[in-house]
């Protein structure tokens, strides 16, 4: 069975980047979007746009008698896509010792006990650590910067509690948990991976 570390992150935790080092620190496969690409290879789908679907969730489930046929329709589209993606990370996690950041994997990849990681931080450090790698265009206030990060952690969260038993971010349901706040992703690579490594001997 190949060995699986899976990061599960708030929006601006520094869960990329801890997902980078520590696929270079163990010699294992880093997956990320690739997975986009697979989708948008067998949807036929632009990946700007399956990025942005996918990000969005599901969310306000059970679909009630107000919702237009529209909004059913997204949800219908958006739960696909979901099965897709999730098959897909299936398919990648059975080739090679990997670590696969977000994409719901640690849901999906729950039966072949993969070591769950979650990244977490406060607003404070999160708002800093994305303004400090936004594109010089791109400027934003922290008030955008805010409601850009519970948007985005709503929709993982709403979409992860649809298809696993736990909550996103409730600690029972991962190996570890990491607060990044005022931390510097380099100084835990070595140590997570050590603990990493003993989870799999």
């Avoid at 979901?82 to 080739?95: C, E, L, T």
Wanted: net charge positive; charged share 30%; with cysteine.
């Amino acid at each position: 069975m190949k060995k699986i570390v899976t990061v599960s992150r708030e929006f601006g935790s520094g869960g990329r980047e801890t997902g980078k080092r520590l696929a270079e620190a163990l010699g294992f496969n880093y997956v990320d979007s690739e997975i986009i690409q697979a989708v948008a290879e067998q949807t036929k789908l632009d990946e700007n746009y399956l990025r942005d679907k996918l990000e969005q969730g599901i969310a306000n489930y059970p679909v009630t008698i107000g919702r237009t046929f529209s909004q059913v329709k997204s949800i219908s589209n958006s739960a696909m896509l979901i099965a897709k993606q999730h098959n897909i990370i299936r398919d990648i996690a059975a080739k090679s010792d990997c670590v696969i950041v977000g994409r719901g994997a640690d849901v999906a990849l729950a039966d072949l006990k993969p070591f769950k990681i979650f990244v977490y931080a406060d607003m404070r450090s999160k708002i800093a650590r994305i303004r400090s790698r936004a594109q010089t265009d791109e400027i934003l206030t922290d008030k955008e910067i805010e409601r850009k990060i519970r948007h985005i952690d709503g929709a993982r969260k709403s979409t992860h509690d649809l298809y696993s038993p736990r909550a996103w971010g409730d600690k029972a349901g991962y190996n570890i948990c990491i607060n990044t706040t005022d931390t510097d992703v380099k100084s835990i690579i070595k140590p997570l991976s050590e603990i990493i490594v003993a989870y799999f001997k």
